[in-house]
């Protein structure tokens, strides 16, 4: 138990007969709502987690979401490139063209359902593994390679550092790499987990992205991106 719990299970000790002393003996109505107070206080540092979820286990149930994934994109025989694009709620969905040569939606919306249409464009909508994550506060106020290497490298460990460079796209190095999950339709139309991850912070602070290709250099993954205009 850490040091919180044992605080915790201190104050519980102490407040429980200091309530009881406050509201039969002293018959005061602050002190009781005072010792109340206290408990729930101290309730809730005991029910505090004494850990966060492990990186490991954050990575598997990403990797689990792609096995998913890759059952409804079987589903559709889906296998073109999508377009990662921030909705007004902060999610990123992923943007599937049914048809051939059809850009990124023109406007941000929330869409409901698999399909959105858009004109003449029709889209698969599917939500990226990744979607909730970037949602986070922390990301927010960060640039794009501090927020990727705190998901990529401090949340999920899915790989030791990552290097960006930018030249017009967004090429990113992502350095001994873990994540080696086997799902070619997913990756054709998401890219790997960490170039889906990287594309959904691309969304989320830059524009609508989209995975141009990738390569592995050894235990090193390299991903370029390219944030598409509307």
């Given at each position: 138990m850490e040091r919180l719990h044992f605080f915790g299970a201190g104050l519980?000790?102490?407040?429980?007969?200091?309530?009881?002393?406050?509201?039969?003996?002293?018959?005061?109505?602050?002190?009781?709502?005072?010792?109340?107070?206290?408990?729930?206080?101290?309730?809730?540092?005991?029910?505090?987690?004494?850990?966060?979820?492990?990186p490991q286990a954050i990575r598997t149930m990403l990797e689990g979401s792609i096995l998913s994934l890759?059952?409804?994109?079987?589903?559709?025989?889906?296998?073109?490139?999508?377009?990662?694009?921030?909705?007004?709620?902060?999610?990123?969905?992923?943007?599937?063209?049914?048809?051939?040569?059809?850009?990124?939606?023109?406007e941000e919306v929330e869409p409901s359902g698999?399909?959105?249409?858009?004109?003449g464009s029709r889209y698969l909508v599917l939500i990226p593994p990744a979607s909730e994550l970037v949602k986070t506060p922390e990301i927010s106020g960060m640039s794009f390679e501090s927020a990727l290497?705190?998901?990529?490298?401090?949340?999920?460990?899915?790989a030791d550092s990552v290097d960006?460079?930018?030249?017009?796209?967004?090429?990113?190095?992502?350095?001994n790499v873990r994540s080696h999950v086997s799902a070619?339709?997913?990756?054709?139309v998401f890219g790997s987990l960490e170039a889906s991850i990287a594309a959904c912070i691309a969304a989320n602070l830059v524009g609508p992205t989209r995975v141009v290709d990738e390569m592995e250099e050894g235990d090193d993954r390299v991903v370029i991106l390219e944030v598409v205009g509307r």
């Open positions: 519980l000790a102490f407040s429980i007969p200091f309530t009881i002393a406050s509201f039969f003996l002293l018959e005061s109505i602050p002190l009781t709502a005072l010792g109340i107070g206290i408990m729930i206080l101290a309730s809730s540092m005991l029910l505090t987690p004494s850990q966060t979820i492990p890759e059952a409804i994109l079987e589903e559709f025989d889906i296998s073109r490139r999508g377009y990662y694009v921030r909705a007004p709620n902060g999610r990123v969905y992923l943007y599937v063209p049914l048809d051939e040569n059809v850009g990124p939606p023109s698999l399909i959105y249409r858009e004109g290497t705190y998901v990529l490298v401090d949340l999920t460990e899915a960006v460079l930018t030249n017009g796209f967004i090429t990113v190095r992502f350095r070619g339709r997913f990756k054709a």
